[in-house]
């Protein structure tokens, strides 16, 4: 059962444009969601995260969206640059029988962004 | 500042045999976590060591074990390996417990099983 779901496997956008990559979780219990980047060969790179209390947060060219109701949370890239191009995970921790200490993370986007 | 290094970077065994993989966690950081990342998943948690206790564990049957060290470095010690434990295996350091410290992870150990 997969609580955490990424259901685009890839995402193609211009350089210039905006990148938007989704997340739906199930776990209502969740309340600390996390993006992590991971370029080939690499270990993941924390990007953003966001608590659950809030809807957005920003960090320059990165916000994270959080929809409670829906269980979704989307993460934009402005502008998307070539160097953006990596496999993106959403990550999400809770506290439900002592969860609150793992990451349980999405199967990743693959995001190439074309100059 | 040293980042969270992981060795060997590959490895390949045989079916039954048994693996020790070693993480060297960041400077400063009490808490090691373990992940396995097969190919076109995400990475799921195995298990956590804080100031050298398990803490916490994934699902994940009892031939994965593990150590944290005084340092603070770890070990994931896996028995009688199976095809499917081939993946890429991740540790990840952070300062406490808390999910709202950031994890930094590894490079990762790439496992194959034959």
């Known amino acids: 059962d997969q609580q955490v779901k990424q259901n685009s496997p890839s995402l193609s956008v211009q350089e210039g444009r905006i990148s938007i990559l989704n997340c739906d979780y199930t776990?209502?219990?969740?309340?600390?969601f996390l993006w992590y980047k991971k370029y080939p060969a690499e270990g993941p790179t924390f990007l953003i995260s966001?608590?659950?209390?809030?809807d957005k947060n920003e960090d320059g060219r990165f916000t994270v969206f959080l929809n409670k109701s829906a269980k979704h949370l989307s993460l934009h890239i402005v502008p998307s640059q070539p160097g953006d191009s990596a496999v993106y995970f959403c990550?999400?921790?809770?506290?439900?029988?002592?969860?609150?200490?793992?990451?349980?993370f999405g199967k990743g986007t693959l995001l190439t962004v074309n100059p | 500042e040293t980042g969270v290094t992981q060795s060997p970077t590959h490895l390949i065994k045989t079916r039954g045999q048994q693996v020790t993989l070693r993480c060297s966690s960041q400077?400063?950081?009490?808490?090691v976590s373990w992940y396995q990342q097969a190919l076109g998943q995400g990475p799921q948690f195995i298990f956590q060591y804080y100031r050298e206790e398990e803490n916490g564990r994934g699902n994940f049957p009892p031939r994965f074990s593990g150590l944290q060290f005084p340092n603070y470095s770890s070990e994931l010690n896996v028995n009688a390996l199976e095809l499917d434990d081939s993946a890429l295996y991740l540790c990840?350091?952070?300062?406490?417990?808390?999910?709202?410290?950031?994890?930094?992870f590894g490079p990762g150990t790439r496992l194959l099983v034959l």
């Open positions: 990840a350091s952070r300062k406490g417990q808390s999910p709202q410290e950031t994890q930094y």
């Open positions: 776990n209502s219990m969740f309340d600390y």
């Open positions: 990550a999400a921790s809770g506290r439900s029988g002592g969860s609150n200490y793992k990451l349980t």
């Open positions: 400077s400063g950081h009490n808490t």
């Open positions: 966001i608590s659950s209390i809030k």
